[in-house]
Every structure is written in structure tokens, then in C-alpha cells.
């Protein structure tokens, strides 16, 4: 080890000893911060990452190593030396890997001095640093293999350029071998096995930040085999021709021979290996969480995961494939058993196309596909089934990838977050497959139901539910097996448990009508250990009616089942210039609507009713407006029965007007902000500005030579609040994984302790110090006066509250207001004495299913509340123009929505899934001068670096005698 040691030292002190190393380092740095800054355009990409380093790092490390290497054999060979150092007391394998360590060490010299990029990204951003960490080890490990080929090559001849341009050539065969230009021309499964001996395929999946033993072994492997190259190369420079050492000669190289099949057997066999990897990012994105394993490991029947791929399809997509399947195949290893996988291609398949196609509705896709020659349309599969007894999701290309385009007008496809888009989907099949009976079956203690019914004093018109509600329970009775107990209360015969009973369930007595002093007592509970849930019940209620309230209140107290969102979105304002051509406003919501159907089952709810159905899970209420106060009451009601409520409650809201080129908001009428406010949290009529902001893209019109050219600009617009990392509750599960959020025209929050003691209040998102308020609907920047902003500066600068959750008992709104409902009827019964119609009867029916119960008056400590002072963070307008401005940033605002639904209905394990996603890590803003400043910093450190190292490397040589001059000898 010492010799060998001994010569890698001599080979460094060679390099250093002259400009060489020198020039060749410099000019890697050079190239690789030139592509880091200008052809990947990294301040125009806005993420803190530095995967355009390490794009560019195969073909640089080609020339790198090319010209590190010529010289280490070849000027041997041409100065006369070789044969002085054929005598010296050290082996060809000392020697071959001494100098192979010499270049890697100055390869990872020129590697280390790169590190001043990920430490400015670190600062002007959150940087994960798994990637970083793997995008080294695999350059390292690539380099390896560049270096034993180009000493390979360095042997074979006594020119140096000769030993440049085949080491170019042989290096980049290899690249090449998998690179998109020739698999593009190939099909799936050839395309494939190409990408595994392409050295810069396999680089591309180490320096995502996963070090997969596959890839690792597959750089050993290369050096290996060529590391043995080259000693049998030297070798055979000493051999003879004679017949003596013909058995020594064929020996040698036989060694040689099966040292490489060796390498090669293995590397096949390792290609069935997909699960020994270290996935180093900083939230494992590619590697299975414990939530998705418990998923599939306790399913009681198989779930099949299909995977439908064409062996032609687009070049983009193609390299994803590999990538899928084996996700696919880490979900059946997990399962234990419980998920089939499988591959199937239906253009060689009919069966497969025909059943894919009636049962699925899964057709191929034309893809536009460039050729060498010209374009074509190739129709591919690329979808993914998954199925559970007979309920079934079907993804494909759009539900699985993202494209981010890059500076050169090329574009990158990636996954998603493919484990949150087939975890979500095994969740949406498996709970909605659950029948009751499978909540029952998981029931470690039986459930009860408490039927609270007067005999005597019941109005007639409600005799029928008695009979309707026994019935019922006794059908959940017989599919429970003895899980659910039934016990029913007459209080008109049990007056003395009248006060157990209402300090237990919290009752009061009903009334028949509201202008009648006759109660009666007709409530419905569900008791599962100390906690009693009220199942709601009206007078018109059928068996099979009051059998699904029970059953929904069943699956709401059990895991496992697919949760309900109540969607309440303001109808169309369709203005009359509109209405007069008989066209539609644009859509403001739709693409929540398509989102949210993705996790659960979305209704729309209408609030006119004064009730919010018991099978929503999650109230979701989308810049309410125009309510009257039983749409509040309806709302306020649902919060006090323990429900969740997320309310994007702002006080202003985009004025769409196709017919104005002036950009407009309009105050909001008719909200919540007084409801809001008496819980505790004031949404002020003013909006927030902040310097902290997104740009808005305006057309730009200049005057080039007598020429008039149209060019968009990005204005610096305050009202869309850049809320970064540092205003957020990184404690809280809605933003722990988000690292930006753009609220757009937002009314600032204000709370008030008094009210919200008790609660658990989390400041979910808050705008930066330098913020101000702005009343008024004016919203269209001035340039003229105000170039910068675009509006006058603010004087009161502070940071401010944007949205809010809380979880804890609240009061009603209309715990000392009159009931709506008591109102409506008096309506209804004024105008029909008016009308001289209807009968007594009929109207105390009415009533009695109107007046369902009292006012609730304090929620339980299970409700929830979310509060956000923008509507339109997540209107389609907005986020069109989001996605002009910044590419796929708008997907943090949907994030922030998801996460939201997710807390309130405290699905937390996909919220824990999406939070491992990869996320958007934006970069700090920063001005052109800012830019420029780190873009030399980084060219400056690296130069001097070099610089530094190359007069020490000078200096030691000048002081040390060489170990040995083969001259001399």
C-alpha cells in the first residue's frame, strides 16, 4: 500500500509541479459554472437545486478526464521510461492503481472546488442536500470509470493527443450508449437495457439522491474490468513470443477474461435487485413510507396494480418507465403479499386492449414523436390500473408527471410524487370497497346506539320515525355480530333519568312547533367509548334514509373510508354584456373541483336548507358571499356538532370583465366576517401589499428602429404576497412541507385571545416586515408616479396574519341570536294565513322538520377551523397567470388547499405523503445586481482556490527531492 501510495504522491507533485493540472481544472470550473448560470439559466429557474451542475457532469467529466489521463502511460512510453519503471520493486497493479488514485484525487479536487455552488444555493434557498450528496458520490464513481478507460487507452500508445481523442471517443461510447439520442429510436424494453450501459443514464438516477446498488456496482464493475485492461496491457509489453511463456500469455488473459464475465453475471443478476438502495433526500421521496406499507400489508383482499406500457412511446417518457415499475414492484415486496403487480403492453395483447378499453376506459395516446428524418404519431400506453374488488382508478401521463421547462426552450419530465399519486389511489379504492361490515369486523369494543324517544307527548306526525328508526337498527344489528348495541329511552315514563341524560348527551327538549309550549324528546346517539356522537334526524326521514345517517356516522368514527368533502362555490356572476351573446364567464374554480376528487369524494352543498348534511366530513367554502343568515346558521351549526370548516374567506375578490383592460377587485357582500369574528378571528376590510411578491406579467410595447415590438415583462405587483418558509408554522402539518405561497388580494387577520382561549391556534402563513395595508378597490398599478411598485409606499410596515387554524370548543353565533328558522316559519305562516291555505296539520309537520332540535350552542373540542383571507389564491385566472410567471409554482397554492382539507379531516398520513413529495424550492428574491454578485463570487473562490492549491503543490515540489528519477537511473 505504500508503493502504491508512494506513486500516486510522485503523480501528483508532477501535475502540480506545472501549469497542467492547472489549466485542465480551470477549465472544468470554467465550463461547469458557465452551464450552471447561463445554459441552464439557474436565477431564471428560481429552485434551489443544483441538478444543472450535475446535468452537464458526464459530458465535462469526459474531457476532464480525457485530458487528465493521456499522459500517464503514453508520456511514459514516449520519454523511455516505461522500461525503468518495469524494474522497480513494484507491481503492475501498484503501479496502474497509483496513478489511477493521483487522477482521482485531482478529479475530486476539481469536484471540491464546485462546492461553492451548493453552499450560495443553500443560502439563497432550502436546499435539500441528499441530491448534492449523491450527485458527488456518483460524479466520483463515474470518474472512476472514465479514468481506468482512459488509462487503458493512455497504455495502448506513445502519443498523448492519440490517447486524448480514442479516450474522448471510447468514454463517450459509453455515454452515448444510453443517452436519448439513440434509445429514442427504440422501444421500451430495448431502450431500457441501452440505459443500463449508458454511464450518464445511470448518473441520472444517482444524482436524484438515490446511491442504488445497481448504479454503484455498475461503476465498480467498469473500473475493474478496465483497471485489468490495463495491467494485462503493461503485462503483455513484457512478454516474449516463444512458446516458454505461451501458457503464461493464455493464463493472463483468461484471468482477465473471467474476471470480466464475472462483473457482467453479476450486474445481470443485480438488475432484479430494486430494492437495495440509500435514498438520501431530505424527506426519502423514493422510498416507501410506513404509512403506505401498514396500507398494503393489512388489506383482508388482493389489490391489483397494473401497469399498462406501450414498448414505443414518447422519448421523454420513456426513461420513467423503468422507474415506475420498480415502484410497482417495492409496493408488491411491501404488501407481503396482499398486491399483485404486473406489466402488460395491449398493442401485442387484444384481450388486454379490448378489456383496458370497455372496463377501464384506457386508450392509447397519440404522441407527436420527433424522428431522424421527420416527425410521426406513435399511439402509446402509459397508464397505471389500480384495483380493489370492484372499484378502480385508472392513472396516466397526467396524473403521474410534471414538466418544468428549461433555459435552452428544452423541457424536463419527472414524476411527480409517485408514491403520494398510488397511495392516494390503493386509499380511494380500498375505502370505497369497505362495506359496514368491515367496520364492524375492526371493532375492538361494540358500539351503542341511544334512541331518546317520547311515548305520549311524540306529535303525530312523527309516530312513523319510532318505527322507521327500529327497523333500521335492527338490520345494522344483524350485519354488526353483536358489535352494535341498540338502547331506547322513553323519558315520558323514565322522568327521573332526565338529568343523567341531559348532562350525559347534553339534550333539551324539543318543541312541537315554534309557537307551541309543547316539547317532546326525539334524539338519536351513537356512543363509542366516552365520546357521543348526535346522528341528526328529520321528520320526513325513510328506514333506509335514517339507516345511511347511522351508517355514515359509523364510517365517520372508523378508519378506513373514504372521507366527504362539502363543496360550497358562489354561483356564475355573469355580467350583462355576456348574458346579451349568451356566453359563460370564464371557470374560477375548476381546477380545485378536478383536484379534490382525486382524494375524496366532493359534494356540492347547499346552505338555503339551514342544515349541512352529517355525511360531510369537511366544509369547504370557497369566497362565500351574498349568504343570508340561515346559509350561516347552516355553517355556524355543522362547526358546533364538532365538524371541520375551512373558510377562504377574503374581503376582496378579482372583478372579471373580459370587456376592461383595467385590472379590478370588488368587495365582497354578504360573507362571514361577522360570523368569523365573533369566533375569534377579524377578517379586516383592507388588503395586504408586501415588497416581498410575485411578479405580474404586463405586456410591454417598444419601439426597435421605426418597429413596434410586443414583449411581456414581470412587474413587481404588492398585492401577491410572497409568503416564503420564514412566514409560516413550520410546526404545523398544512405547511411543514411548503416552502412558498402566493395569497393574492388578502385581507389581513386579526385575533382576538379573549375569544379563542382554549383552542389550539396555529399562525399558519404571515406576510414579511415589510407589508402594508391599502383599503379601497383600486388595484391597478401607476408606473408613471410610482416606477418601482407601482403604488405609493407604505408608512406602517409589520408583518401580518394571512391564515389561521384552530381546533377547540367554540360558541355559537347564534347562541343569543333568533333562530333563522323560527324566522322562516313565521315567514311561511303569515303567508299562508295570508293565503287562507294548507292545514294545521301540515304546517305543524312543516315545523317539526324545520325544527329539528334547539340551537347548538358550544361545539365539542373535535371542531376545526381554517381560516384564509384570499379566495383567490386558487382561482383559475390566477393561477393561469402564476404559471406564465413562474412554471409550476401555483402548485404550492394547491398544496396549501390540500393540506388544509387533508388537516380538517385529519388524514394525516396523506399529508405526511405529500409532505416527502418534492416540493418547489424557490430561491430567495433577488435583484439583477444581487444575481451578478453571486454568479462571480462563485467564479472568484473557485479560481483563487485553484490558484492557492497549484503555488502549495509548486512550493512542496521545489522543497521535496523526487522518490526516484528514472533518468538518472
Given at each position: 500500500m505504500n508503493q502504491t501510495l508512494?506513486?500516486?504522491?510522485?503523480?501528483?507533485?508532477?501535475?502540480?509541479?506545472?501549469?497542467?493540472?492547472?489549466?485542465?481544472?480551470?477549465?472544468?470550473l470554467i465550463a461547469a459554472l458557465f452551464s450552471f448560470f447561463w445554459l441552464e439559466t439557474f436565477f431564471a429557474r428560481n429552485t434551489a437545486d443544483i441538478r444543472p451542475l450535475f446535468r452537464w457532469m458526464p459530458i465535462l467529466m469526459i474531457f476532464l478526464v480525457g485530458a487528465l489521463t493521456m499522459r500517464q502511460w503514453s508520456e511514459e512510453q514516449r520519454s523511455g521510461t516505461m522500461e525503468v519503471l518495469m524494474t522497480l520493486p513494484v507491481s503492475l497493479r501498484q503501479l496502474v492503481v497509483g496513478k489511477f488514485l493521483a487522477v482521482l484525487a485531482l478529479v475530486a479536487i476539481a469536484l471540491a472546488l464546485t462546492l461553492g455552488l451548493p453552499i450560495t444555493v443553500s443560502m439563497l434557498g432550502n436546499l435539500d442536500w441528499g441530491p448534492v450528496i449523491g450527485g458527488y458520490v456518483g460524479a466520483l464513481l463515474m470518474a472512476s470509470a472514465y479514468i481506468s478507460i482512459g488509462l487503458f487507452i493512455s497504455s495502448r500508445t506513445d502519443n498523448q493527443i492519440v490517447a486524448l481523442i480514442l479516450s474522448v471517443l471510447v468514454i463517450g461510447f459509453f455515454y452515448i450508449l444510453g443517452s436519448t439520442g439513440i434509445t429514442n429510436f427504440m422501444n421500451n424494453e430495448t431502450a431500457e437495457f441501452f440505459r443500463a450501459l449508458g454511464t450518464g443514464s445511470r448518473f441520472t438516477s444517482i444524482e436524484r439522491g438515490v446511491l442504488d446498488l445497481r448504479d454503484v456496482f455498475y461503476y465498480i464493475s467498469l473500473t475493474i474490468a478496465f483497471l485489468s485492461f490495463n495491467i494485462l496491457s503493461l503485462d503483455s509489453k513484457r512478454w516474449s513470443r516463444g512458446a516458454n511463456t505461451r501458457s503464461y500469455r493464455r493464463g493472463r488473459r483468461i484471468a482477465v477474461i473471467l474476471i470480466t464475465l464475472n462483473l457482467l453475471a453479476a450486474n445481470i443478476w443485480l438488475n432484479k435487485v430494486n430494492n437495495a438502495r440509500l435514498d438520501l433526500t431530505e424527506n426519502h421521496e423514493y422510498s416507501l413510507s410506513n404509512t403506505t406499507k401498514?396500507?398494503?400489508?393489512?388489506?383482508?383482499?388482493?389489490?391489483?396494480?397494473?401497469?399498462?406500457?406501450?414498448a414505443k412511446t414518447h422519448p421523454l417518457l420513456s426513461p420513467l418507465v423503468?422507474?415506475?415499475?420498480?415502484?410497482?414492484?417495492?409496493?408488491?415486496?411491501?404488501?407481503?403479499?396482499?398486491?399483485?403487480v404486473s406489466f402488460v403492453d395491449p398493442k401485442y395483447n387484444e384481450k388486454m386492449a379490448a378489456e383496458a378499453d370497455q372496463e377501464y376506459g384506457i386508450k392509447p395516446v397519440p404522441f407527436q414523436v420527433e424522428g431522424r428524418y421527420g416527425s410521426s404519431v406513435v399511439?402509446?400506453?402509459?397508464?397505471?390500473?389500480?384495483?380493489?374488488?370492484?372499484?378502480?382508478?385508472?392513472?396516466?401521463?397526467?396524473?403521474?408527471?410534471?414538466?418544468?421547462?428549461?433555459?435552452?426552450g428544452r423541457v424536463d419530465v419527472r414524476l411527480r410524487n409517485l408514491e403520494y399519486d398510488l397511495t392516494k389511489s390503493i386509499k380511494k379504492v380500498v375505502y370505497g370497497f369497505q362495506s359496514l361490515g368491515d367496520v364492524f369486523a375492526r371493532l375492538k369494543k361494540p358500539m351503542t346506539l341511544t334512541a331518546i324517544i317520547s311515548g305520549k307527548s311524540l306529535p303525530a306526525a312523527l309516530h312513523g320515525m319510532t318505527a322507521n328508526i327500529k327497523k333500521a337498527v335492527s338490520e345494522l344489528m344483524k350485519e354488526s355480530d353483536g358489535k352494535l348495541k341498540f338502547v331506547i329511552i322513553d323519558p315520558d315514563t323514565e322522568v327521573d333519568r332526565l338529568p343523567e341524560l341531559e348532562k350525559k348527551f347534553k339534550i333539551t327538549p324539543m318543541k312541537t312547533s315554534f309557537f307551541s309550549n309543547d316539547t317532546f324528546f326525539l334524539y338519536l346517539f351513537l356512543t363509542n367509548g366516552a365520546e357521543n356522537k348526535r346522528i341528526f334526524l328529520t321528520s320526513d326521514m325513510s328506514q333506509a334514509e335514517i339507516k345511511k345517517e347511522i351508517g355514515a356516522a359509523l364510517k365517520r368514527n372508523s378508519a378506513g373510508f373514504l372521507k366527504t368533502i362539502g363543496l360550497w362555490i358562489p354561483p356564475a356572476n355573469v355580467p350583462p354584456q355576456m348574458a346579451m351573446l349568451r356566453r359563460q364567464p370564464p371557470a374560477q374554480y375548476r381546477m380545485i373541483q378536478q383536484m379534490l376528487p382525486q382524494n375524496y369524494n366532493v359534494e356540492r352543498v347547499d346552505l338555503k336548507k339551514g342544515r349541512v348534511s352529517d355525511d360531510v366530513d369537511v366544509l369547504l367554502l370557497v369566497a362565500p358571499q351574498k349568504l343570508n343568515d340561515m346559509q350561516r346558521f347552516a355553517i355556524d351549526q355543522y362547526l358546533m356538532r364538532g365538524g371541520a370548516v375551512v373558510a377562504l374567506a377574503g374581503n376582496y375578490l378579482l372583478n372579471i370583465n373580459p370587456y376592461s383592460k383595467i385590472l379590478q377587485v370588488k368587495k365582497v357582500r354578504g360573507g362571514l366576517d361577522k360570523m368569523l369574528a365573533y369566533y375569534g378571528i377579524k377578517v379586516k376590510n383592507s388588503m395586504v401589499m408586501d415588497e416581498q411578491n410575485e411578479p405580474f406579467p404586463i405586456p410591454i410595447t417598444r419601439n426597435l428602429g421605426g418597429f413596434e415590438v410586443q414583449e411581456i415583462q414581470k412587474l413587481s405587483y404588492p398585492f401577491f404576497v410572497d409568503v416564503r418558509a420564514s412566514g409560516m408554522d413550520k410546526s404545523s402539518p398544512i405547511t411543514a412541507s411548503l416552502t412558498a405561497v402566493t395569497m393574492n388580494w388578502v385581507s389581513p387577520l386579526v385575533l382576538d385571545k379573549a375569544k379563542s382561549k382554549g383552542r389550539k391556534v396555529v399562525r399558519l402563513l404571515s406576510s414579511s416586515p415589510h407589508s402594508w395595508l391599502k383599503s379601497g378597490t383600486d388595484v391597478q398599478p401607476d408606473l408613471r408616479r410610482y416606477p418601482k411598485l407601482g403604488f405609493a409606499p407604505g408608512a406602517d410596515m409589520k408583518s401580518e396574519l394571512l391564515a389561521v387554524s384552530e381546533q377547540g370548543s367554540f360558541k355559537s353565533y347564534f347562541a343569543n341570536r333568533p333562530d333563522p328558522r323560527k324566522l322562516a316559519a313565521e315567514k311561511r305562516a303569515k303567508a299562508a294565513e295570508a293565503a287562507k291555505k294548507?292545514?294545521?296539520?301540515?304546517?305543524?309537520k312543516a315545523?317539526?322538520?324545520?325544527?329539528?332540535?334547539?340551537?347548538?350552542k358550544e361545539s365539542s373540542a373535535s371542531a376545526r377551523l381554517v381560516v384564509v383571507g384570499s379566495a383567490d389564491f386558487i382561482n383559475d385566472t390566477v393561477l393561469q397567470i402564476s404559471r406564465s410567471v413562474s412554471q409550476d409554482r401555483f402548485l404550492n397554492n394547491l398544496s396549501f388547499l390540500q393540506n388544509s382539507v387533508d388537516w380538517a379531516v385529519e388524514d394525516e398520513d396523506l399529508l405526511n405523503i405529500r409532505s416527502r413529495g418534492d416540493q418547489a424550492r424557490l430561491l430567495i428574491p433577488l435583484t439583477h445586481a444581487q444575481q451578478i454578485f453571486w454568479e462571480w463570487l462563485n467564479y472568484a473562490i473557485a479560481l483563487l482556490a485553484l490558484l492557492i492549491i497549484s503555488i502549495y503543490g509548486g512550493l512542496r515540489r521545489r522543497k521535496e527531492k523526487p522518490m526516484f528519477s528514472p533518468r538518472r537511473a
Amino acid at each position: 500500500m505504500n508503493q502504491t501510495l508512494s506513486v500516486t504522491r510522485k503523480e501528483l507533485k508532477a501535475y502540480f509541479g506545472s501549469p497542467m493540472a492547472a489549466l485542465f481544472i480551470g477549465a472544468f470550473l470554467i465550463a461547469a459554472l458557465f452551464s450552471f448560470f447561463w445554459l441552464e439559466t439557474f436565477f431564471a429557474r428560481n429552485t434551489a437545486d443544483i441538478r444543472p451542475l450535475f446535468r452537464w457532469m458526464p459530458i465535462l467529466m469526459i474531457f476532464l478526464v480525457g485530458a487528465l489521463t493521456m499522459r500517464q502511460w503514453s508520456e511514459e512510453q514516449r520519454s523511455g521510461t516505461m522500461e525503468v519503471l518495469m524494474t522497480l520493486p513494484v507491481s503492475l497493479r501498484q503501479l496502474v492503481v497509483g496513478k489511477f488514485l493521483a487522477v482521482l484525487a485531482l478529479v475530486a479536487i476539481a469536484l471540491a472546488l464546485t462546492l461553492g455552488l451548493p453552499i450560495t444555493v443553500s443560502m439563497l434557498g432550502n436546499l435539500d442536500w441528499g441530491p448534492v450528496i449523491g450527485g458527488y458520490v456518483g460524479a466520483l464513481l463515474m470518474a472512476s470509470a472514465y479514468i481506468s478507460i482512459g488509462l487503458f487507452i493512455s497504455s495502448r500508445t506513445d502519443n498523448q493527443i492519440v490517447a486524448l481523442i480514442l479516450s474522448v471517443l471510447v468514454i463517450g461510447f459509453f455515454y452515448i450508449l444510453g443517452s436519448t439520442g439513440i434509445t429514442n429510436f427504440m422501444n421500451n424494453e430495448t431502450a431500457e437495457f441501452f440505459r443500463a450501459l449508458g454511464t450518464g443514464s445511470r448518473f441520472t438516477s444517482i444524482e436524484r439522491g438515490v446511491l442504488d446498488l445497481r448504479d454503484v456496482f455498475y461503476y465498480i464493475s467498469l473500473t475493474i474490468a478496465f483497471l485489468s485492461f490495463n495491467i494485462l496491457s503493461l503485462d503483455s509489453k513484457r512478454w516474449s513470443r516463444g512458446a516458454n511463456t505461451r501458457s503464461y500469455r493464455r493464463g493472463r488473459r483468461i484471468a482477465v477474461i473471467l474476471i470480466t464475465l464475472n462483473l457482467l453475471a453479476a450486474n445481470i443478476w443485480l438488475n432484479k435487485v430494486n430494492n437495495a438502495r440509500l435514498d438520501l433526500t431530505e424527506n426519502h421521496e423514493y422510498s416507501l413510507s410506513n404509512t403506505t406499507k401498514d396500507l398494503i400489508s393489512n388489506l383482508p383482499n388482493p389489490l391489483i396494480m397494473r401497469g399498462y406500457f406501450s414498448a414505443k412511446t414518447h422519448p421523454l417518457l420513456s426513461p420513467l418507465v423503468p422507474r415506475i415499475k420498480d415502484m410497482l414492484r417495492e409496493y408488491a415486496i411491501a404488501s407481503k403479499g396482499h398486491v399483485q403487480v404486473s406489466f402488460v403492453d395491449p398493442k401485442y395483447n387484444e384481450k388486454m386492449a379490448a378489456e383496458a378499453d370497455q372496463e377501464y376506459g384506457i386508450k392509447p395516446v397519440p404522441f407527436q414523436v420527433e424522428g431522424r428524418y421527420g416527425s410521426s404519431v406513435v399511439n402509446s400506453y402509459f397508464n397505471i390500473l389500480i384495483k380493489y374488488g370492484d372499484q378502480h382508478v385508472v392513472l396516466g401521463f397526467n396524473d403521474l408527471i410534471e414538466i418544468q421547462r428549461r433555459g435552452d426552450g428544452r423541457v424536463d419530465v419527472r414524476l411527480r410524487n409517485l408514491e403520494y399519486d398510488l397511495t392516494k389511489s390503493i386509499k380511494k379504492v380500498v375505502y370505497g370497497f369497505q362495506s359496514l361490515g368491515d367496520v364492524f369486523a375492526r371493532l375492538k369494543k361494540p358500539m351503542t346506539l341511544t334512541a331518546i324517544i317520547s311515548g305520549k307527548s311524540l306529535p303525530a306526525a312523527l309516530h312513523g320515525m319510532t318505527a322507521n328508526i327500529k327497523k333500521a337498527v335492527s338490520e345494522l344489528m344483524k350485519e354488526s355480530d353483536g358489535k352494535l348495541k341498540f338502547v331506547i329511552i322513553d323519558p315520558d315514563t323514565e322522568v327521573d333519568r332526565l338529568p343523567e341524560l341531559e348532562k350525559k348527551f347534553k339534550i333539551t327538549p324539543m318543541k312541537t312547533s315554534f309557537f307551541s309550549n309543547d316539547t317532546f324528546f326525539l334524539y338519536l346517539f351513537l356512543t363509542n367509548g366516552a365520546e357521543n356522537k348526535r346522528i341528526f334526524l328529520t321528520s320526513d326521514m325513510s328506514q333506509a334514509e335514517i339507516k345511511k345517517e347511522i351508517g355514515a356516522a359509523l364510517k365517520r368514527n372508523s378508519a378506513g373510508f373514504l372521507k366527504t368533502i362539502g363543496l360550497w362555490i358562489p354561483p356564475a356572476n355573469v355580467p350583462p354584456q355576456m348574458a346579451m351573446l349568451r356566453r359563460q364567464p370564464p371557470a374560477q374554480y375548476r381546477m380545485i373541483q378536478q383536484m379534490l376528487p382525486q382524494n375524496y369524494n366532493v359534494e356540492r352543498v347547499d346552505l338555503k336548507k339551514g342544515r349541512v348534511s352529517d355525511d360531510v366530513d369537511v366544509l369547504l367554502l370557497v369566497a362565500p358571499q351574498k349568504l343570508n343568515d340561515m346559509q350561516r346558521f347552516a355553517i355556524d351549526q355543522y362547526l358546533m356538532r364538532g365538524g371541520a370548516v375551512v373558510a377562504l374567506a377574503g374581503n376582496y375578490l378579482l372583478n372579471i370583465n373580459p370587456y376592461s383592460k383595467i385590472l379590478q377587485v370588488k368587495k365582497v357582500r354578504g360573507g362571514l366576517d361577522k360570523m368569523l369574528a365573533y369566533y375569534g378571528i377579524k377578517v379586516k376590510n383592507s388588503m395586504v401589499m408586501d415588497e416581498q411578491n410575485e411578479p405580474f406579467p404586463i405586456p410591454i410595447t417598444r419601439n426597435l428602429g421605426g418597429f413596434e415590438v410586443q414583449e411581456i415583462q414581470k412587474l413587481s405587483y404588492p398585492f401577491f404576497v410572497d409568503v416564503r418558509a420564514s412566514g409560516m408554522d413550520k410546526s404545523s402539518p398544512i405547511t411543514a412541507s411548503l416552502t412558498a405561497v402566493t395569497m393574492n388580494w388578502v385581507s389581513p387577520l386579526v385575533l382576538d385571545k379573549a375569544k379563542s382561549k382554549g383552542r389550539k391556534v396555529v399562525r399558519l402563513l404571515s406576510s414579511s416586515p415589510h407589508s402594508w395595508l391599502k383599503s379601497g378597490t383600486d388595484v391597478q398599478p401607476d408606473l408613471r408616479r410610482y416606477p418601482k411598485l407601482g403604488f405609493a409606499p407604505g408608512a406602517d410596515m409589520k408583518s401580518e396574519l394571512l391564515a389561521v387554524s384552530e381546533q377547540g370548543s367554540f360558541k355559537s353565533y347564534f347562541a343569543n341570536r333568533p333562530d333563522p328558522r323560527k324566522l322562516a316559519a313565521e315567514k311561511r305562516a303569515k303567508a299562508a294565513e295570508a293565503a287562507k291555505k294548507g292545514k294545521t296539520a301540515k304546517n305543524d309537520k312543516a315545523e317539526i322538520s324545520l325544527s329539528s332540535g334547539p340551537v347548538l350552542k358550544e361545539s365539542s373540542a373535535s371542531a376545526r377551523l381554517v381560516v384564509v383571507g384570499s379566495a383567490d389564491f386558487i382561482n383559475d385566472t390566477v393561477l393561469q397567470i402564476s404559471r406564465s410567471v413562474s412554471q409550476d409554482r401555483f402548485l404550492n397554492n394547491l398544496s396549501f388547499l390540500q393540506n388544509s382539507v387533508d388537516w380538517a379531516v385529519e388524514d394525516e398520513d396523506l399529508l405526511n405523503i405529500r409532505s416527502r413529495g418534492d416540493q418547489a424550492r424557490l430561491l430567495i428574491p433577488l435583484t439583477h445586481a444581487q444575481q451578478i454578485f453571486w454568479e462571480w463570487l462563485n467564479y472568484a473562490i473557485a479560481l483563487l482556490a485553484l490558484l492557492i492549491i497549484s503555488i502549495y503543490g509548486g512550493l512542496r515540489r521545489r522543497k521535496e527531492k523526487p522518490m526516484f528519477s528514472p533518468r538518472r537511473a
